[in-house]
DNA sequence: CATAGACATGACAGCGCAGTCATACGGGCA
DNA sequence: TGCCCGTATGACTGCGCTGTCATGTCTATG
């Protein structure tokens, strides 16, 4: 129909008929050929493949699509932010992806989206995906806490228990919880007494994961818990909670939910008087990019993006393609704290408030360890 | 094929005849209310949507591509990292093409991909998509200069030159170059004699564009250019970079074509004593969420990505709706430069060395104007 | 030498939709 | 009254591919 003109016409892509003629061969080989199916002579491949380069034939996906009743594609949901972490996991599941011969659809979900995971969901379906990858989801106002997948497309969970009712789903965590945990007491053993903590936005369940590490590295010793700051993630939450934190003079150590929080944090409370790591030492999470450059070099986890991915996608394209078999097992990703120069021991308790330096060397060089740059603590 | 089972079957997802069958109405009817189509009667309509709903029926996509010829779907090609710039226009470039309707195909060019762009473009005309939007491309080796769409696709080029050989292409400017003149011609005001450059790779059109903007400024006043500095995006880069500059005691400022080396920049510099922005004025590009709040506040030029991905997909979505129709006009992007801490007025000429103040201010605490947050000079 | 099996290929149907055309109805206008 | 046009709907076809099955050829084996 789109194309009324008769056989003559020299543009229009070409289809496998055409191509099939061109080798005579019938049009079925030519689709043998191009699905890896066997039983096609070496002969014959070889001429198919002649023929449609002189074509330069492509398949009709769309075409394929309904023919197979499969898509070959799978869809992600992701927050629509640039922030580093779900961009990273984004770029991690694509690499993954095109590893494993799928296309890639992609939908975000505005935070304070009133659909929210379940509308992205709900649009990838309507477009037409084998499985669905959703990254770091936030729980807004707990609404999304059922989100329940009519089809019976397999879907995986990155950074995040599984709120959704669906007939198959994976869970691939980064083990936010147990890297926070380390962080932690990374702090601890640096002789803090106790550790703050800077949360992020507590809808978003990679925040809770970090605040749950906290905590239970702090249980694990019986020691209690200060209150928690919570955040947005930015700086600018960062530099709020450090004025108020700056305040307590007890405070030794914050460990922030992520690195923007932290160097905001560690502004704020530079400006406070309390200099970091020799008052205060402060970790952060994700490993951006600047942490190393910053003033002073950022203590952080980073977290294993690539890795999750890659093997959260092999779950989820096994699944796929093996409808009724067991889902493979998971390995938990391994941990890695960079540990640069904003943690440093508590400075002396016998006399409250500042320690007993009084060298005037500014906050720029702190003494602690010198800043690491590509050295032996920060593999890269 | 796929579904042998007979008619009884209670599962498989129901096409447009159940809910033809269900409303009364011919299929052809149910695809007239899906599309939106005239001569519909209101009655009609109603009923169909509700059979629709009833039956939990969503149209098939490949079979709606397969029968109109059109995919409704755009691809991205990105560069495959989370850096903050690429990052905030895929976020924006998403954004964008929800509201026009059409769904989103991802793929990346890692660096180094010996396929590149091309190959990119590839897999996604494989895919089948009715645009395609090229994000920030780079042009290894100079090999992808002549890169051709062989199908009749509209492309859009974001951040870069077309070098695409293609019946359709649209620009996308964002303005880098006079951006990049902007902030040069900052510090020129501030007083200083001239302005180095700490250039992103020239594989990057972006980091071309930056340099050329920053020549054109210092070409209009006939200032001479001091040697380029390139570094590769990263605070590391920077870092080397700082070191190199920190030798050259009459380099009193100087423009990084982002913030991350900006700011490694920054430290290079702060730990050879060359003090920012006492001695050196430093102004990044890019303005990433932690710029105000690294020491000193990083004065930095924010790039209208959401602007500039909103008005190309217009344009791109028109071109795919209106082949034959003239390209919708293009606005040039706001400029927007962020004056924050890092920059100042070079240090007195007259002794050469260390300028006349002698205060033990630390770094932290710059004497330039003091920090902004969500201040007036830092809009969010 | 007959025959089962592995291999290689083709004929045919149909996936679920949108395009084209035919048809039927109702009112305004000559 | 008859005609035409705008409206509303349906029958039919085919988009380009893959699944199923039939068919044909060749080799190994009893």
Redesign the pocket.
């Given at each position: 129909?789109?194309?009324?003109s008769g056989r003559g016409g020299s543009s229009?892509?070409?289809?496998?008929?055409?191509?099939?003629r061109l080798a005579?061969?019938?049009?079925?080989?030519?689709?043998?050929v191009?699905?890896d199916?066997?039983?096609?002579?070496?002969?014959?491949?070889r001429r198919v493949l002649e023929a449609a380069g002189q074509l330069g034939?492509?398949?009709?996906?769309?075409?394929?699509a309904?023919?197979?009743?499969?898509t070959r594609s799978i869809g992600v949901v992701t927050l629509g932010t640039a922030l580093y972490g779900p961009a990273s996991l984004l770029m991690g599941v694509e690499r993954a992806v095109r590893d494993t011969g799928y296309a890639l659809r992609v939908v975000n979900t505005m935070e304070g989206d009133p659909a929210g995971v379940a509308g992205a969901v709900d649009s990838l379906l309507d477009q037409g995906v084998d499985g669905i990858v959703i990254s770091e989801p936030i729980d807004e106002d707990g609404h999304d806490k059922d989100v329940s997948i009519g089809l019976d497309v397999p879907v995986l969970v990155v950074g995040a228990p599984p709120p959704f009712t669906a007939p198959r789903v994976l869970v691939a965590g980064v083990g936010a919880d147990l890297m926070a945990r380390t962080a932690t007491e990374h702090l601890l053993d640096l002789g803090h007494l106790t550790v703050h903590h800077l949360a992020g936005p507590q809808r978003w369940y990679a925040a809770r994961d970090r605040r749950e590490g906290w905590r239970s590295a702090l249980a694990a010793q019986g020691i209690d818990r200060p209150p928690v700051v919570e955040g947005d993630w930015s700086a600018a939450s960062g530099y709020a909670a450090g004025r108020e934190l700056a305040a307590d003079a007890d405070m030794t150590a914050v460990f922030a939910a992520n690195d923007d929080m932290a160097i905001g944090l560690i502004r704020a409370l530079t400006e406070a008087g309390r200099r970091v790591p020799h008052d205060v030492s402060v970790v952060g999470f994700d490993d951006i990019p600047v942490a190393a450059y910053v003033t002073p070099p950022l203590t952080t986890v980073r977290q294993p993006f690539d890795a999750v991915a890659q093997q959260g996608l092999k779950r989820l394209v096994h699944c796929i393609e093996n409808p009724q078999a067991d889902p493979l097992p998971t390995s938990d990703p391994p941990v890695d704290l960079v540990v640069r120069a904003s943690t440093a021991p508590p400075p002396p308790r016998t006399t409250p408030g500042h320690g007993r330096r009084t060298d005037s060397r500014p906050y720029g060089d702190p003494q602690g360890p010198p800043p690491l740059i590509g050295g032996a603590s920060d593999p890269h």
């Open positions: 129909m789109a194309q009324g229009a892509a070409p289809r496998s008929v055409d191509v099939a005579g061969v019938s049009q079925k080989t030519v689709s043998r191009f699905n199916e066997p039983y096609v002579s070496a002969e014959v491949r034939y492509r398949l009709n996906n769309a075409a394929r309904l023919a197979s009743g499969r």
